[in-house]
């Protein structure tokens, strides 16, 4: 796609708007199949999916080392615990041994990698806004399968080793059929188009499908260096995914074809084509100016380019994924680096709404979840501090996961709910609570395929 801007006029031309116009199966969002019968606790929806895999004990539970390198082998000098994500939750950072920060300015002559803390977006953390589950269940600690979990509300049915469209309806799907909502007002913003991925936006659900699924976009992908040059630029390319990503793309930007359609009308087509162009015009390095430099990893990058998506289209339900905490498997240090910019990050982005977008401040509700855990204890594998690895393939606390919800008409907060004794709460429960927040909890449930009529907020 060429840099240049292009009018709605010529775009609807080019896409024959006179023969194509009434051929999109979906309903525009003054539509809807049934009354919604729920109050609305806020008209939008951001849901931050923390993976691949984060174990509480370094997260919600400011365990540091003392709740895994010390745990594993009770060396006095790593005996050391702290917060690590200050945004998210509330507490003293470790005092000792911190490498998860940024480098000092003395690195080249003797300073600690890593040394150096930021200050936080926020001046108090999160967690006072808003209610935490600290000690959730999740069925799965298989990337793809606890992702259809999460969007489902239910067990999933295929793995990252055989991807599949989810046998049940995703939350896209439920928020567009029981609410009238336009496909515009629906994105799944994914990590890359690898294992599965694009094909979490809706199900094979004969009764749901692709006629109410969500837009997805993979901004590690389509704004990188490659997605500049082959969809900037219209080159072709032999990456094996790219044929994958295109078809997305397709089914969003181009006329109708045999393929599955989501429904996107020419108009929502012609927004996401100038919203794919006006950010490669503004380039990445002034979409992710505001984080530090730093701080910057892939994952802040997502949330820079969701930033951006949000401000642009405003939508009802939003499901971002972040993944850089899957190096914890061979690389301890650079995991609590990660968690620690994935909280830099999800702060910006909720300063970012309450700041930045006037429609969406005070009506959105924010959720943060933990895909699935890691094991108790460690593998063999060393960094070099010579922390070890964790793998997530226990059925203790790799089956573990952690939330924060804020919303604005949700009360009280500073609330924490479930402990390792008790845990209360499971991944399958935030289909529902998404529902609940956007009003339509009784026609989700009456749906019959989430695995509870319980969403989080009944544990409260």
């Known amino acids: 796609m060429p840099y240049t801007s292009i009018s709605r006029r010529a775009w609807l031309k080019r896409c024959g708007i006179l023969a194509a116009a009434t051929a999109f199966p979906y309903l525009p969002p003054s539509g809807r199949l049934f009354a919604q019968t729920g109050s609305q606790l806020a008209a939008h ?6 993976g691949k895999g984060i174990r509480w004990q370094e997260a919600v539970g400011k365990g540091y080392l003392r709740l895994s390198q010390y745990a594993a082998n009770p060396v006095p000098e790593n005996d050391i615990s702290g917060n690590i994500m200050p945004n998210l939750w509330a507490g003293d950072a470790p005092t000792q041994k911190i490498v998860y920060g940024i480098d000092p300015p003395d690195i080249a002559t003797g300073g600690q990698y890593g040394s150096l803390l930021v200050t936080p977006v926020v001046q108090q953390a999160l967690q006072t806004q808003g209610i935490t589950f600290g000690a959730m269940q999740t069925p799965h600690n298989d990337y793809f399968e606890s992702l259809g979990a999460l969007l489902t509300g239910n067990n999933a049915n295929s793995t990252t080793a055989n991807p599949q469209r989810p046998s049940l309806p995703t939350i896209f799907e439920y928020v567009r059929r ?4 336009s496909p515009l007002k629906t994105w799944w913003i994914g990590k890359g188009i690898e294992q599965g991925v694009p094909l979490l936006n809706h199900s094979q659900h004969s009764d749901f ?6 837009n997805f976009m993979a901004p590690d992908v389509l704004w990188s260096n490659k997605g500049a040059t082959y969809w900037g630029n219209n080159q072709a390319t032999s990456h094996p995914y790219i044929a994958e990503m295109s078809q997305f793309l397709d089914r969003q930007f181009l006329p109708p074809s045999p393929l599955p359609d989501i429904g996107n009308s020419l108009d929502d087509r012609y927004q996401i084509a100038s919203f794919v162009q006006y950010l490669h015009q503004k380039g990445s390095a002034a979409v992710n100016a505001p984080i530090p430099e730093a701080m910057r990893n892939a994952d802040t990058q997502q949330i ?5 998506l949000l401000r642009y289209f405003q939508p009802t339900l939003s499901v971002v994924q972040l993944s850089e905490a899957d190096i914890a498997h061979t690389n301890f240090t650079q995991y609590l680096r990660s968690l620690y910019r994935a909280d830099y990050a999800i702060a910006y982005l909720w300063q970012y709404i309450q700041t930045q977008i006037a429609p969406m401040a005070n009506n959105t509700c924010l959720l943060v979840i933990s895909d699935f855990g890691r094991n108790t204890s460690p593998n063999n594998q060393t960094d070099t501090n010579a922390w070890r690895g964790y793998d997530h393939d226990d059925t ?3 089956l573990r996961s952690f939330a924060l919800l804020l919303c604005p008409n949700l009360s009280p907060t500073n609330l924490s709910i479930g402990t390792s004794d008790n845990p209360l709460g499971d991944n399958r429960h935030v ?9 339509i909890k009784t026609e989700v449930a009456n749906a019959g395929y989430v695995f509870s009529g319980q969403s989080l907020i009944d544990f409260m």
């Not at 029981?178 to 909502?181: C, E, L, R």
């Open 431 to 439: 289909a529902l609570t998404i529902a609940e927040v956007l009003g």
């Open 396 to 398: 203790d606390n790799s």
């Open 45 to 50: 929806v951001v849901v931050v999916i923390l």
């Open 304 to 308: 820079s380019y969701t930033c951006e």
């Open 209 to 214: 499908g692709a006629a109410w699924g969500a």
């Open 178 to 181: 029981y609410m009238g909502a």
